[in-house]
């Protein structure tokens, strides 16, 4: 599998995963990146099947409409998401990239429509969860109980070896795993519901 991460204008994050037998690709979030992903698929001789957004802000959004008009590829994104798409993606769906495989996991909290995409031991997290924080939940939208689902229940469900690959600059580092974020990420620690809404209240 090739993989990715990208960072060429501002804090947000892209991603280029492709199945590299079949030369399948897919985008994430192409934010402000788009001609530098552009130049890469060219250069690996990349067919652009999917650009997937992580939920419909537009920081994540932006050059959406530049990949599809080069590559003719489709825009996936929830079922929720306000977007224009081609596909309608919800909880549990998958994407094929040949032979890799791209999970999608509904994670609301920063926005009803966000989703974190598990590839081959990758989560790649949005805004839902940073490297050493978590998204916001009082912009239109938000909701911290979502959140606390999402956190908890669903990423933190998963193996410690899981490396989180999030969509924003923000952290000491520019991925994560699984295991160190609920070590070391202060919006991880141990909270009921109740503790984590006045919690995300105070932040």
Avoid: W
Avoid at 86 to 113: A, M, N, Q, Y
């Amino acid at each position: 599998m090739f993989f990715k991460q990208i960072k060429h204008h501002g804090d947000n994050f892209s991603y280029v995963i492709a199945d590299e037998t079949t030369k399948n690709a897919a985008v994430v979030d192409p934010s402000f990146n788009a001609e530098i992903i552009t130049k890469l698929l060219k250069e690996q001789s990349f067919k652009l099947k999917f650009i997937i957004n992580t939920h419909g802000h537009s920081d994540h959004t932006a050059g959406n409409q530049d990949l599809q008009k080069v590559f003719n590829a489709k825009i996936a994104a929830h079922k929720r998401s306000k977007i224009n798409k081609h596909i309608s993606l919800e909880d549990g769906d998958t994407l094929r990239l040949g032979k890799t495989v791209i999970k999608v996991i509904h994670t609301p909290g920063h926005t009803p429509d966000g989703i974190c995409l598990l590839i081959n031991g990758k989560l790649l997290t949005g805004d839902t969860l940073f490297i050493g924080e978590c998204g916001r939940t009082d912009l239109p939208g938000g909701n911290p109980k979502d959140m606390y689902n999402s956190l908890f229940n669903k990423i933190l469900k998963l193996d410690d070896d899981v490396e989180v690959y999030p969509g924003h600059d923000y952290g000491e580092f520019p991925y994560s795993t699984i295991g160190r974020e609920r070590k070391t990420n202060y919006t991880l620690e141990k909270r009921t519901l109740e503790e984590f809404i006045e919690f995300m209240k105070q932040s």
